[in-house]
């Protein structure tokens, strides 16, 4: 297999773009850390300054970063879910990981709820092709669901209402509630 420079060394994005995103995972799952985790914890902050969360999901989960963040902050109560690196955030949290991929979960559903969701760096990375469906079980499984992303995109406009939103850092934050 061809050496792939260290994540550093290049945008995450541009790897993505250049071997795939399920490549991209292979060759750096022992090595990855999210880069963009200081601004994950400023907008999780400001999300449990918004609503009180009792359980999450911690979906497209990496190693675990939320996971452990959340558990520093009271909330223990916790799964995970990533395709990718299940195994990696099982060693990092104590805590079980789903194997599930959006297009799994657009398909079969999750089969599982907690009040939260958490969606952060990974949404806008799904086909367009199963969005919605994977929105509508995604609005089965939760109360609350929140996105992080790199931008404004992508748009959630159905199944949830969007009760609050900020900026932080170039890095978007979105409180939803589920309306079915």
């Not at 799952?29 to 009180?52: D, F, M, Q």
């Not at 609005?139 to 932080?168: A, Q």
Request: include cysteine.
């Amino acid at each position: 297999m061809k050496h792939i420079k260290p994540i550093y060394e290049y945008g995450i994005r541009d790897e993505y773009a250049k071997i795939g995103v399920k490549n991209f995972y292979k060759i750096n799952k022992t090595s990855y850390i999210n880069p963009h985790i200081k601004n994950v914890h400023l907008a999780l902050n400001w999300v449990l300054s918004k609503i009180e969360m009792t359980s999450v999901i911690d979906l497209a989960a990496g190693t675990g970063e939320i996971t452990s963040y959340l558990f520093k902050n009271g909330i223990t109560d916790s799964i995970g879910i990533d395709p990718y690196l299940f195994d990696i955030y099982e060693k990092n949290t104590g805590k079980k990981c789903f194997n599930f991929s959006f297009e799994d979960i657009a398909i079969n559903g999750l089969n599982m709820s907690k009040q939260t969701i958490v969606c952060s760096y990974a949404l806008h990375l799904c086909p367009k092709s199963y969005f919605d469906q994977l929105i509508y079980n995604l609005s089965l499984s939760c109360e609350y669901f929140i996105l992080i992303s790199p931008s404004k995109y992508p748009i959630v406009d159905k199944y949830f209402e969007l009760i609050d939103d900020t900026i932080i850092n170039r890095t978007h934050c979105k409180i939803f509630k589920s309306i079915l």
